[in-house]
């Protein structure tokens, strides 16, 4: 199994940008996807989770309106597109996969994990 990020960089406040997370190893469409971020020295923190067929999303308060996440069952990707970004958005962002048709809004119930993309935000 393997999830690999890409896309995070360096942005002004009020840019945009869109993760994206190849998955490979496993039934990328029966498994539900989410997307977390940790700042140094904070906890993991979720962020967007989307089901198999990706008609259920959910978001984090502080992203409501501002992210959005997709998923292409084809490409075997999922993205998470940025809008409006601020300075407190700045953390490294991690997906992560979970052996369910569920998304789920818990760190604990997600099964596999990729290394990370660094988001900062900054002028």
């Known amino acids: 199994v393997q999830l690999v990020e890409s896309g995070g960089g360096l942005v002004q406040p009020g840019g945009s940008l869109r993760l994206s997370c190849a998955a490979s190893?496993?039934?990328?469409?029966?498994?539900?996807m989410g997307w977390f971020r940790q700042a140094p020295g904070k906890e993991r923190e979720f962020v967007s989770s989307?089901?198999?067929?990706?008609?259920?999303?959910y978001y984090a308060d502080s992203v409501k309106g501002r992210f959005t996440i997709s998923r292409d069952n084809v490409k075997n990707t999922v993205y998470l597109q940025m809008n409006s970004l601020k300075p407190e958005d700045t953390s490294n962002y991690f997906c992560?996969?979970?052996?369910?048709?569920?998304?789920?809004?818990?760190?604990?119930?997600?099964?596999?994990w990729g290394q990370g993309t660094q988001v900062t935000v900054s002028s």
């Open positions: 190893g496993f039934t990328f469409s029966n498994v539900a």
């Open positions: 992560a996969a979970r052996g369910s048709l569920s998304p789920s809004t818990r760190i604990h119930d997600y099964d596999y």
């Open positions: 989307i089901n198999t067929g990706g008609v259920y999303r």
